[in-house]
């Protein structure tokens, strides 16, 4: 395995986060980036999605960055070797322009969010926090290319999107904006005033009724149908 490694660290430590990239330059201002918030810290680096998938177990990562594309094992073939083994870690793909039916597979696999390299850093800082509370995050220029793109994903209709949220009862549609804004389900609890318990039942109800397979999926038909 390449790349630097730490040992576990104790309860109550920082976000564990593993960082899977092929570019030695792009891993290496990742961690710097990373390294600056006290409250993460970088478990393990590596270069390929065979070494992620090795990493994973492990590190047990808490939130897991991987490169779209990587040889010989892409990013997309360790995360969905991650989702297979029953993995926990929060998985945030890493995107350049250009690689739109990339994410729309990443999606179908059960990303939990998406950055570009070229990004703004605090991005993905954020994106690293929203995932790991379980929230969503889409970069929002991943955002705009997708729904330019209808969506790539069976969603791909604008009208199909909205009937879909009008199925819907009031308070769902507030939950499943919430969500297209990234929103794990306890900071939706506390901005709705709900328990967390409830919320879970809401985003049930709200995947059941959208036919949304993750959260992701979910937060695209919260961008499509409230899209102007």
Not at 62 to 91: I, N
């Amino acid at each position: 395995m390449s790349g630097a490694a730490v040992d576990d660290g104790p309860p109550g430590a920082p976000l564990r986060v593993l960082l899977a990239d092929d570019e030695p330059l792009v891993r290496a201002g990742l961690a710097g980036i990373l390294e600056t918030d006290p409250s993460v810290r970088v478990v393990a680096q590596v270069s390929s999605g065979e070494e992620a998938m090795a990493a994973v177990r492990a590190h047990r990562p808490d939130v897991v960055l991987l490169d779209v594309r990587m040889e010989p094992v892409s990013g997309l073939e360790a995360l969905a070797a991650v989702r297979r083994d029953g993995g926990e870690p929060a998985c945030l793909m890493v995107t350049t322009f250009g690689e739109d039916e990339y994410v729309a597979e990443a999606i179908r696999l059960g990303a939990d969010g998406f950055v570009l390299k070229s990004g703004d850093p605090r991005e993905l800082l954020l994106a690293v926090h929203a995932v790991a509370a379980g929230g969503a995050y889409f970069s929002p220029s991943v955002s705009r290319r997708l729904l330019q793109a209808g969506l790539g994903t069976r969603f791909v209709a604008e009208q199909d999107a909205r009937r879909r949220f009008e199925r819907l009862t009031p308070r769902e549609r507030e939950v499943l904006v919430l969500i297209g804004e990234g929103l794990s389900n306890a900071e939706i609890a506390g901005r709705l005033h709900l328990a967390e318990g409830t919320v879970k039942v809401h985003v049930s109800s709200i995947l059941r009724s959208t036919g949304a397979r993750n959260r992701v999926e979910a937060a695209l038909v919260a961008a499509h149908a409230t899209a102007r």
